[in-house]
Structures are given as structure tokens and as C-alpha cells.
């Protein structure tokens, strides 16, 4: 089933993508406008999923060693701070340049 | 669709300090000098283009002022001992603050970070024999010196900069200076300098000698890959350093703008038009930005402690570089 969900969400998203430059070329209105706000959410995909499996990890890690969870949650702060800190990097170049 | 609302507005360094600028509220800054023009040294004010004693400089000051008032007289006091001869002890509630933040830096900070390599020919793992080098586990905080007590008034002094800097943003008519990337390169170039010249001082001229790994190889086939190498670590140090500096000042600017586009959508003419709208609108909009307020107080922390802390890692590997 998940694979089949795979594919049509593959297929979806290669028809989405192909669309900009086929529609371009006719002379009407792109699909999608690879705009800077365009650019800001396939960010957020990427920093959101990151940081989930960072959470989901240190969660799981606190769960089974409670009497480490404080160093955990130093630790997830920690890394937190530097998976946003790319993010914002490429969220600047997005509003400045998009 | 909004009509004059830039959001970048009261994110972004004015010459002109606006309370409510509809009222005629505002402060103009005086201009200090004229220069070209160019987007990195001057801003257009009310007397033309030049260099101005702006807002972010005025808040630094107010900044600076306040660190000043808070921990000079702590500072003073703590240098000496009591009439018995004992160490100083901190009494009441801004004493003991002051004395927890800096033993934070001091101990899970600076000592964590930065450690001295102890060479494999000095016993160790007998029980009972004492490193005097390795920092503490937080169990032992009067051991003594440590080598990365040197490093602690400059993390400290950064520590509390931009703490305080990130939080007068949240001050109604404030702003954070860190907010700019101009103050957030400075702090930046502050720990690759010191990071630079403590290494200097440790290590002499070898602290390139860090840089280039060893490889076991002859020579034409090792040179133009330990060059290689070189040139690709130098240019990892600079970019340490600078994603350091954008990294706080796209925090601190994304979040206040964030909060000019909540609040952006009350001045909206489509919202404006309409009572009941505006009055919905308003509601959220203001619950709205209380949230964000609240998230940028725990931003303006952590962005703080992740600054000093980094800071702290580049110094140490400038310093003590593994081998």
C-alpha cells in the first residue's frame, strides 16, 4: 500500500515539476511560479522532517534512560539550534534573492 | 495588497527612532558623517545619505548600560574576600543569578569544551589520582585553574551581550541589534580573533599545522592533497565563523519579522474596511503575536547560549587542535 502511495505521490509531483517549464513554453501562465516563497516551504519540508526525527530520537532515547535525560535534552537543544540555523541561512537567501 | 506596510520596517536599522510615528513621535538620530553610497556603509535618513548614530547603536548603548548597572558592582565585590578570609559568597536574589549564569559558562560551557589533550605517557586510571586537567563533570567546581578559565570573560561578556541585545527586541519600542548583520559579524569576527590570537599564543606559527593532516605517503603524491586539504579546512574555519554570525541575525530577524506580518494583517485595507473583520482579525492577531513574543523570549536564550557555546568550540579547536 505504501509503495503504491509512493508511486502516485512520485508521479504527482514529476507531473508538477514538468508542468512549470511545458506550460511556460505555450505562452500561458506557469503552474507553479518558482518563486522565493515557492522555495520557503520545500524548506520547511526539509528542516520540519529533520527535526522530528531528531525529537522522535532523543524521546525515545529519554524513555529508555531516564537518568540521562537531562544531557539529552542539552544535546537536542543543542542540535535543534543548528538544524535551524541552516535553515534560516537558506530562508535569508529565499527573501533576499526570491 | 497591503497598502504601505513593509514588514521589514521596524526589523530592519532606522536613523529615525519612531514611538507612534502618526502622533509625530519620533526621534530623529543625528547624522555622524557622509559617506558613498553603498549597501553596506550608510543608510538614507531624514539629512540624506551617510552614517548615523541609529537606533540598533542607541540600543547597544542602553545595552551596554544595563550590563553595566547589573554586574559591575557583583563583579566588585566578588573580586575580594570576606573579613574572614573566605571566599566571597553571593547574597540576595541578583547576586546568586549573576553567580549561576557565569558558573553555567564556566563549567558546562567553557571547561566542557575546552580541553587540554593530556599526553598518553602520564598515568592515568588509577583510582584516586586526580586529573588536574580534564573539566568537570559538574560534580567537582573548586578544583583549581583549568586552562579554559581564560576564555570564560569573553564567553561571559558575549553570553550576556546578546542575551540582552535579543531581548530588548521584546521590549515595546525596542529593537534588537542583533538583528542586524553588521552586530552579528563583529561578535563573529570577536571569536575568530581571539580564537586566532589565543592560538597564537599556545601554539606559535604551527597553528596551521592543525590544518594539514598527515598522510602517509610520498611526497608528490601527498603534497597537492594535504594542500588540497589545507585550503578546504581554512575555508571551513570562515565559514564556521560566518554561519555563527548569520545564523543569530536570521534568528533575530526572521522572528521579529514574523511578528510585523502578524500584526500586518490588522492594518490590512480589506480588514480595515469591514468592522467585524477587524475586530476578529485584531483579536487573533494580538493572541497571535503574545504567542510569538513568548517563543522569541526562548529564541533570545537559546540563540545566546548557542552562540557562546559554538564560540567555545571554535576557540578550542583553534587552541587545543586534536591530533
Not at chain 1, 50 to 71: C, D, H, K, W, Y
Not at chain 2, 138 to 160: I, M, N, Q
Not at chain 2, 241 to 259: E, I, K
Request: with cysteine; proline share 5%; glycine share 10%.
Amino acid at each position: 500500500m505504501t509503495s503504491l502511495l509512493r508511486l502516485a505521490s512520485m508521479t504527482v509531483l514529476s507531473v508538477l515539476v514538468l508542468a512549470v517549464p511545458a506550460l511556460a513554453q505555450e505562452g500561458q501562465q506557469a503552474l507553479i511560479n518558482l518563486t522565493g516563497s515557492f522555495g520557503a516551504g520545500l524548506i520547511i519540508i526539509g528542516a520540519a522532517y529533520g527535526i522530528g526525527r531528531l525529537a522522535s530520537a532523543s524521546f525515545e532515547g529519554m524513555a529508555r534512560q531516564p537518568e540521562v535525560a537531562n544531557t539529552i535534552r542539552g544535546a537536542m537543544i543543542l542540535a535543534a539550534a543548528l538544524i535551524e540555523g541552516a535553515t534560516f541561512f537558506a530562508l535569508i537567501v529565499c527573501i533576499v534573492v526570491g | 495588497m497591503a497598502a504601505e506596510h513593509d514588514i521589514f520596517h521596524h526589523v530592519r536599522d532606522s536613523a529615525v527612532w519612531e514611538f507612534f510615528s502618526s502622533l509625530g513621535w519620533e526621534l530623529k538620530l543625528p547624522k555622524l558623517f557622509d559617506v558613498p553610497h553603498s549597501p553596506f556603509l550608510g543608510l538614507d535618513g531624514p539629512q540624506g545619505y551617510g552614517v548615523y548614530f541609529t537606533k540598533f547603536m542607541a540600543l547597544e548603548a542602553i545595552v551596554v548600560f544595563a550590563l553595566l548597572i547589573l554586574l559591575w558592582p557583583i563583579g566588585r565585590r566578588a573580586r575580594g574576600v570576606t573579613a574572614g578570609g573566605q571566599p566571597w559568597v553571593p547574597r540576595g536574589a541578583l547576586a546568586n543569578f549573576v553567580e549561576a549564569v557565569l558558573l553555567f559558562i564556566r563549567d558546562e560551557i567553557a571547561r566542557e569544551v575546552i580541553q587540554k589533550p593530556h599526553h598518553d605517557d602520564e598515568a592515568h586510571g588509577e583510582p584516586g589520582q586526580k586529573l588536574d586537567q580534564k573539566g568537570g563533570s559538574g560534580e567537582h567546581t573548586s578544583e583549581g585553574p583549568h586552562p579554559a578559565d581564560r576564555f570564560v570573560p569573553y564567553l561571559a561578556t558575549a553570553f550576556w551581550f546578546i542575551l540582552f541585545c535579543n531581548l530588548i527586541g521584546l521590549v515595546p519600542f525596542g529593537g534588537s541589534p542583533t538583528g542586524a548583520l553588521g552586530c552579528t559579524a563583529a561578535l563573529a569576527l570577536c571569536t575568530l580573533g581571539l580564537g586566532f590570537y589565543a592560538a597564537a599564543r599556545e601554539n606559535g606559527v604551527e597553528l596551521f599545522g592543525a590544518f594539514i593532516p598527515s598522510i602517509e605517503s610520498p611526497l608528490p603524491i601527498r603534497l597537492p592533497l594535504q594542500g588540497m586539504m589545507f585550503v578546504i579546512e581554512v575555508i571551513g574555519l570562515l565559514i564556521r565563523h560566518g554561519v555563527l554570525a548569520v545564523r543569530l541575525f536570521a534568528n533575530m530577524m526572521g522572528g521579529h519579522t514574523v511578528l510585523s506580518v502578524l500584526l500586518g494583517f490588522v492594518v490590512m485595507e480589506k480588514v480595515l474596511a469591514n468592522t467585524v473583520l477587524w475586530a476578529l482579525v485584531s483579536a487573533g492577531s494580538v493572541l497571535g503575536a503574545v504567542g510569538v513574543s513568548l517563543l522569541e523570549v526562548l529564541v533570545a536564550f537559546i540563540q545566546a547560549y548557542i552562540f557562546t557555546f559554538l564560540s567555545a568550540i571554535y576557540i578550542g579547536m583553534l587552541v587545543y587542535p586534536e591530533h
